[in-house]
C-alpha cells in the first residue's frame, strides 16, 4: 500500500436536562453507588483528584453550569441556598450523602413549574416590536436573575426573541411566496399560444407548491393573505408549542437520570474522558462495541406519548416476522405470561428496556397500524446484528485514472464478550485484503466521526498499513 489517509472529526457531548424533584426510592442503592464510584475513582484513575475543597468549589460550579447553564431557572436566591454547600460537596461524597443533589432538585421542582407559568402567561399577549431592547443569548455572559420580576423579565425578552425570529421568517416567507404568486398570475394572463410562457408558468407553480423550509413549517402559500398580526400569532403559537414539548420531555426524566448527570459531574472534574454509565448507557454502549443485541430488531422512537416503530432491521426477528411495521405505533408491551403494560409518557429507553430480552423468550406488542387498526403481535426475540454499523469498503475511480479504495470504518468496535465476535481489526483486514486483490494503488480509511472504542483492534489495525515501529505507549498509574 503506497497511501493512508486517515479522516478524523470532532465529538461533542450532550448534557440532558432535569425535571421534578423525586425521593430516591432506594436512598441505600443510591449512596452504595456513590461509595463504589467514589473508591473507584481514587483507586483506578490514572491521576484522581484529591477530593477535598478545591474540588468541591470545581464540582459545585460545574454541576450548576450544567443544570441551568442558560441562566432561566434559578434566582440569586436559589444560588445563596446552593452556595451554602459549596466548599462541602467533598464530605458529602466521602460520606456518600446526595444532600447538595436533593436540594437542587427540590428547587429546580419549584423553578421549573414557576418557568413554565411565565412563558406560558407571556405568550398569551402580542410582542411590541418598536421597543428597542438588548438581551443576552450567552449564559456564561449573564447572573442569574435577582429576584422573580427579574426571571420574568428575562423570560419576555427570551419570549419575545423566539417569536421575533420566527415572525420575520414568515414575513420572509410570505412576500416570496406573494411575489411567485404574481409571476404565475402574470404569465397566466400572457397569450396562450406562448409556449415559453406556459412553461415558467408551471416551473413557477412547482416552486411555489415546494416552498416548505423545514418539516413543521406550514405552506408558504398559506401565509398569503394573512395579516402581520395574524404572523405574530402563529409565530407566539409556535413558540409556545415548542417550549411545551421541550418541558413534558424533561418531566419524563427519571430520578436516576438526574442522579446519572450529577455523577458524571463528579467523574469530569476529574478529567473530560472518565465518565459513569447508567445500566441502560452501559447496555448501549456494549451494543454499539459488539454490533449486536438481543431483542426484535427494530428502530423506535418517541411519537408524543407514545413510541413508533422507524426501522425494521433487516434479518431480525420483527422482520422475520413480517407483522411489525414502519410507522407503527406501540401502546403496550407484555412478557411472556406477564399483564401489559401501558407505556403512555414513558421515556424511550425504558420502552427499550421493555422490549429487550433474552433470545428466545417472548414479547407482545399491541401496536396502533396506520390505517387506525390495533393488533397484538408477538416477537420471539433473538440476536440481532447490526450490520451498518461495521466496516465496509468500495473501489473509486479517480480522475487521474488511479483505482483507489474506500473503507467506511464508523468504530473501532469489539465484542469484550465473546472472542469470536465481531471485531474492526479483522474486518478492515477483511476489507484490505479484498481492496488488495482488486488491485488498488492506495486506500483511504475514513474515521469521520468515528467515537473510538477498542485500543487493542486500533493497536492491531495499524498492523495493516505499517511494517514496524511503535504504535502507542500505555501508562499505568
Known sequence: MKTLILLGSL????????????????????????????????????????????FSEKLYELYIDRVDGSRRFFTQEDIAAFEAHKLSLDDQLNASELTFFNLVEERFTSALTRSQTLYRELLTEPFDFTAEENFELDGEKKDFPANETELREAWRKLMKWETMTRLNDKIERQKKAMDEAAGISAENDADDSDQGAEEDADAEDENLDTDDEGDDAEPAESLIGKTREELEADAREEVLESFDGWFKRMTKLKRADRLSDYLNAVTGVHDPHTGYFAPIDKDNFDINMSGKLEGIGARLQSNGDYTKVTDIIVGGPAWKGKELAEEDVIMSVAQENEEPVDIAGMMINEVVQLIRGKKNSRVTLTVKKVDGTIDDIEITRDVVTLEEGFAKSLKLDTEAGEEV?????????????????????????????????????????????????????????????????????????
Do not use: W
Request: charged share 30%; no cysteine.
Open 11 to 54: 465529538f461533542t457531548g450532550v448534557i440532558s436536562a432535569f425535571t421534578f424533584y423525586q425521593a430516591p426510592d432506594n436512598p441505600e442503592k443510591e449512596r452504595a453507588i456513590v461509595s463504589t464510584m467514589v473508591n473507584a475513582l481514587s483507586g483506578l484513575h490514572y491521576e484522581p483528584a484529591a477530593i477535598d475543597d478545591e
Open 405 to 477: 479504495g474506500y473503507i467506511r470504518l464508523p468504530r473501532f468496535y469489539a465484542d469484550f464478550s465473546d472472542d469470536n465476535g465481531r471485531s474492526s481489526f479483522r474486518d478492515v483486514r477483511t476489507e484490505v485484503e479484498k481492496l488488495k486483490m482488486e488491485g488498488v494503488e492506495g486506500i483511504i480509511l475514513d474515521l469521520r466521526s468515528n467515537g473510538g472504542g477498542s485500543l487493542r483492534d486500533v493497536v492491531e489495525m495499524t498492523g495493516l498499513f505499517i511494517e514496524e515501529g511503535p504504535v502507542v505507549q500505555v501508562k499505568s498509574r
